[in-house]
């Protein structure tokens, strides 16, 4: 069982399946777009459609009741495909058709005939009336200063169609594109406008009501295919220039270093996906997938544009469906790795470190460890980044993440100092977890009551959320000195004068039951310790 | 070069001379024509055969009318118009004049 539909194809009814329905409406269709919108192409498509329904009523005569797909295909064999019709047709080559291309003004193709690569520049030259030799130093230098020219050239390679009838090259090298000859296009189209009306006075269709009507609905098209063409030039435009615009951006945060880019304001050098991922896996999956599903839609809008502002007619079926595929293996790849990724994150764990040390000493001195030898981590910091428990910095041309640990002082149980370093890592599972937390290089020094620690520390490659922190235990009695360099990572220290952590550096601090007091002593000079 | 290509173009150069040899004789609804041009073998597919009875007709050298028809909707009758009369006619002396250049070609004469 089938759906049939009822068609008036002509001024004949008919009974049509379903599908034979879809076949024939597409058939159609791509017959409208390839004779284009111009009253001669509704002339000839309404001759197509006169024989179609010759040939059916034919068939109907012939006993049969409903037009099947087979039916439709062999039409579609007799009329001929688009790309048939377009073999055998020469007529629009031939100089008493130059309503064809008169109307169109110059198009943009691609030159078969003068071609490097694709054709692309001499078409240009063509468009532009410039000589093909200057388009083409002008992309190869533009190649050589950033790449973005090779992806227009792709671009345009793939949307400009290739001259390939005579006719298309006439267009390619028709009318010059200037102020004169829009006004004098725009100007022949109202002449267009008013012999129409006159037409459609004097005409002796002016009593058949049918074709009365049409030839007003004609006028109206032309009226508004003159709007129309300002009109799409002037949302064209806009359309290439966010296109063009956000797919460099897109492109210099995925792939470029941060030195060529890092200069334009409106995109920070930082990769922050380069820590995201294990060296050379599945960076370069989620970049590619990035690309695809951010790109493509740009990309497309970039062909909106060009194909608004220059005209071109193109039904590639192809590469729409090209484009939709790579658009969905980009959202694909992006699943899957970005689960991958989030698996990583799954586990965390810490690790402890305790060191209980001895000292008669009864004043402590804290300072950080700095300047021995080893880089000063915090003076490579970008200032424009600046995350919860990590910085940014640049280090011979890469980014770092520096991490920046907390400092806790509290009161030990006993009469013991006790130092407790911790390491916090995630993974994706707690082993690998646990060797990620290992592998965070937080170590402070000591000598007798002298306590060097680390103000930041380098994270590894791959970023895990990692964080380090130290929380010394000192016993009631003792006094501790804080020197200012640890203004930074000091987090939360209670003090019986209910002092902010950073005003509590360049002081002594004697640890009571409730908390460190305010000590008054002369300020000592610490330096720190050496490895 | 496909020897396809090159008869198709044959045929194309002529196409337009047959069109108005077959309206010559009497006017004639696009099938007719296509009808004829068929058992001419002259042309493949009959869309060929709209947009250059089009391009004649804005040409000025055809033109049609509408018919009654007794099997459906009324019918487009092409005719030759007085220029296409003068058109023909010269197609016809540069046809003969083919003709003969060709023949000459092929004796050697």
Known sequence: MKKTLTINLSGSVFH???????????????????FGSDQDAKEIVEDIEARISEIFAEKIKNGVEVINISHVEE????????????????????PTGKKYYRMGGRRLYRDPEDKILGGVCSGLGSYFSIDPVIIR???????????????????????????????????????????DSISKSIKEEMQDVKENFRNYRTSPTYAHGRNGINEVGNTLVQVLKILGTILLVII?????????????VLFALLFASSHIFGALPFVHGFNFMDFLYTPGSTLSWITIGLALVIGIPLVLLILAGIKMIFRIKTNNHIMGSVFGGLFLIGIFILLFSGGTTLGEFSKQTTVTNHDKITTSADTIFLCAKKGQGELDLESIVDPDLNFNHFKVGNLDGKDILIGIPELRIERADDSEIELITNKTSRGMNIPSARTNAENIQFNYLRKDSLISIPTSYQLPKVWRNQRANLKIKIPVGKTIYLDSSLKSILTDVKNTTDMYDEDMVNKYWTMKQEGLALVNRAIPNVKPLKK | MNIDNSKAQMRKGILEYCILLILSKKPLYASDIIGE??????????GTLYPLLTRLKNDGYLSYR????????????????????????????????????IQQ???GK
């Open chain 1, 16 to 34: 049509i399946d379903d599908d034979a329905y879809e076949r024939l409406y597409t058939y159609l269709n791509k017959i409208t777009r390839h």
């Open chain 2, 37 to 46: 041009l068929k058992d001419a073998q002259m042309i493949v597919v009959e």
């Open chain 1, 75 to 94: 039409v579609i064999v007799i009329m001929g495909t688009p790309e048939a019709i377009s073999n055998e047709e020469e007529e629009k080559a031939s």
């Open chain 1, 137 to 179: 130093i002008f992309f190869v230098l533009l190649f050589f200063a950033g790449g973005s020219s090779f992806l227009a050239y792709l671009i345009l390679w793939i949307v400009v169609p290739k001259a390939n009838s005579t006719a298309q090259r006439l267009e390619m090298k028709g009318e010059e594109v200037n102020i």
């Open chain 1, 236 to 248: 064209g435009i806009p359309f290439l220039i966010v296109g063009a615009v956000a797919l460099i």
């Open chain 2, 66 to 101: 509408w018919e009654e028809s007794l099997q459906g909707p009324p019918r487009k009758y092409y005719e030759l118009s007085e220029a296409g009369e003068k058109f023909l006619s010269e197609l016809e002396i540069s046809w003969s004049e083919l003709v003969i250049a």
């Open chain 2, 105 to 107: 070609l092929r004796t």
